[in-house]
T-cell receptor
Framework: EAQVTQNPRYLITVTGKKLTVTCSQNMNHEYMSWYRQDPGLGLRQIYYSMNVEVTDKGDVPEGYKVSRKEKRNFPLILESPSPNQTSLYFC??????????????FGSGTRLTVV | EDQVTQSPEALRLQEGESSSLNCSYTVSGLRGLFWYRQDPGKGPEFLFTLYSAGEEKEKERLKATLTKKESFLHITAPKPEDSATYLCAVKYGQNFVFGPGTRLSVLP
């Protein structure tokens, strides 16, 4: 089954404790992206990757890191999480830059709480 | 300023009561408008892509239309299982921007 898999689904952590959210896709997509979704603010792009070893900042990159060492994996790293990073996170992928014809395929989400 | 807005923010319908959701955009060089459905706590699920004014797409009780300034998602005789948040997204240039969504509740 074609899918984007994120782990974990739920995570509660403390301020400053480094964490990684994993993302993997099995569709051989070149383009991958991380979004956060907050009430009233919608989906905002954190980082994206056009291909292996090619990453760039989205609209809200502060406090996050990413890497793309393999085509299928695109982990999101929070080196020193803070409470304002409490959010619902989505990984998404697309064959090329999102557009034709489906835009993105999304993962199921990771609900992160930083206390 | 490039912008994507959706209205209403929330909509409650009785089962069978048809209505429309709106997605308005002020961007240059539209390359595609996308509709997604999102259930609580889940990732958005693709519904439609529209590319040019006048285009229409249908799927079960949903029909999406596109003009030069906006798109409508028409819901005909909705059922409770149609309750979800509906997101539109716009691709223009190298940008892909989501609207804030419309939260639809269909009551039995």
């Amino acid at each position: 089954e074609a899918q984007v898999t994120q782990n974990p689904r739920y995570l509660i952590t403390v301020t400053g404790k480094k964490l990684t959210v994993t993302c993997s896709q099995n569709m051989n997509h070149e383009y991958m992206s991380w979004y956060r979704q907050d009430p009233g603010l919608g989906l905002r792009q954190i980082y994206y990757s056009m291909n292996v070893e090619v990453t760039d900042k989205g609209d809200v990159p502060e406090g996050y890191k990413v890497s793309r060492k393999e085509k299928r994996n695109f982990p999101l790293i929070l080196e020193s999480p803070s409470p304002n990073q409490t959010s619902l996170y989505f990984c998404a992928s697309s064959l090329t830059f999102p557009g034709q014809p489906y835009g993105y395929t999304f993962g199921s989400g990771t609900r992160l709480t930083v206390v | 300023e490039d912008q994507v807005t959706q209205s209403p923010e929330a909509l409650r319908l009785q089962e069978g009561e048809s209505s429309s959701l709106n997605c308005s955009y002020t961007v240059s060089g539209l390359r595609g408008l996308f509709w997604y459905r999102q259930d609580p706590g889940k990732g958005p699920e693709f519904l439609f892509t529209l590319y040019s004014a006048g285009e229409e797409k249908e799927k079960e009780r949903l029909k999406a239309t596109l003009t030069k300034k906006e798109s409508f998602l028409h819901i005909t005789a909705p059922k409770p299982e149609d309750s979800a948040t509906y997101l539109c997204a716009v691709k223009y240039g190298q940008n892909f921007v989501f609207g804030p969504g419309t939260r639809l509740s269909v009551l039995p």
